[in-house]
């Protein structure tokens, strides 16, 4: 069955440090979220793509938050200068265009900044 | 405004109990969507059931079952003859039409605990 991954599982990197996490969506889905959940609490939006554009955003998602779609297959999210708060777990997801509107998601990233 | 409440913070069962996980939306949407996703230990988020504002009949699959009830706003979730593999954290959530792409509105999430 046909599944989201994301690389890495696990990332450490050191505050002020720029990371990309990456995501391969279901191959014929055309619609891409990222998702982050901090430690114990509930799953928050980020950003919303389609056709190469950003289609919604949150607040959460700034400047230092980047989303790009470099290939075919690929979906990263970037976030260029890291900050302690931004440790979480972040979840890529991706939906097709038939049926209902429900994402399937990927594993998750765990970031740790330090 | 679009918003998700699950009141119940954790729930512990025992084995073979029935638990119903509370699920309460609010939107000004007329046109939206429900689901719930389970998350194991292991973290990922399985994605388990979809209701569309326009259908509220209830559902039954397996040991699961779901009541959608759009006078009370409230969208539970049942699993009968809980199981130790049950054990995880479900997630309600939100997508509504106003959303172009449907981003999901979150509640805080219910960590059920089945004891052998």
């Known amino acids: 069955e046909p599944e989201v991954t994301q690389t890495p599982s696990h990332q450490v990197t050191q505050m002020g440090q720029e990371v990309i996490l990456r995501c391969v969506p279901i191959?014929?889905?055309?619609?891409f979220y990222w998702y982050r959940q901090i430690l114990g609490q509930k799953v928050e939006f980020l950003v919303s793509?389609?056709?190469?554009?950003?289609?919604?955003k949150s607040e959460i998602f700034d400047d230092q938050f980047s989303v790009e779609r470099p290939d075919g297959s690929n979906f990263t999210l970037k976030i260029r200068s890291t900050k302690l708060e931004d440790s979480a777990m972040y979840f890529c997801?991706?939906?097709?265009?038939?049926?209902?509107?429900?994402?399937?998601f990927g594993p998750g990233t765990r970031l740790t900044v330090l | 405004a679009q918003k998700v409440t699950q009141a119940q913070t954790e729930i512990s069962v025992v084995e073979k109990e029935d638990v119903t996980l509370d699920c309460v939306y609010e939107?000004?949407?007329?046109?939206?969507?429900l689901f719930w996703y389970k998350q194991p230990p292991s973290g990922e988020l399985v994605f388990l059931i979809r209701?569309?504002?326009?259908?509220?009949q209830n559902e039954i699959s397996g040991r699961y079952s779901w009541n959608f009830q759009k006078s009370t706003s409230s969208f539970n979730f049942t699993i009968t003859a809980s199981q130790v593999v049950d054990s995880a954290v479900y997630f309600c959530?939100?997508?509504?039409?106003?959303?172009?792409?449907?981003?999901?509105?979150f509640g805080r999430g219910t960590q059920l605990t089945v004891w052998p």
């Open positions: 997801a991706s939906r097709g265009t038939s049926g209902g509107n429900e994402q399937f």
């Open positions: 191959s014929n889905h055309l619609y």
């Open positions: 793509f389609y056709n190469n554009e950003i289609s919604e």
């Open positions: 939107t000004r949407d007329t046109t939206y969507y």
């Open positions: 209701r569309n504002s326009f259908d509220e």
């Open positions: 959530a939100l997508s509504a039409r106003g959303s172009t792409l449907g981003r999901l509105y």
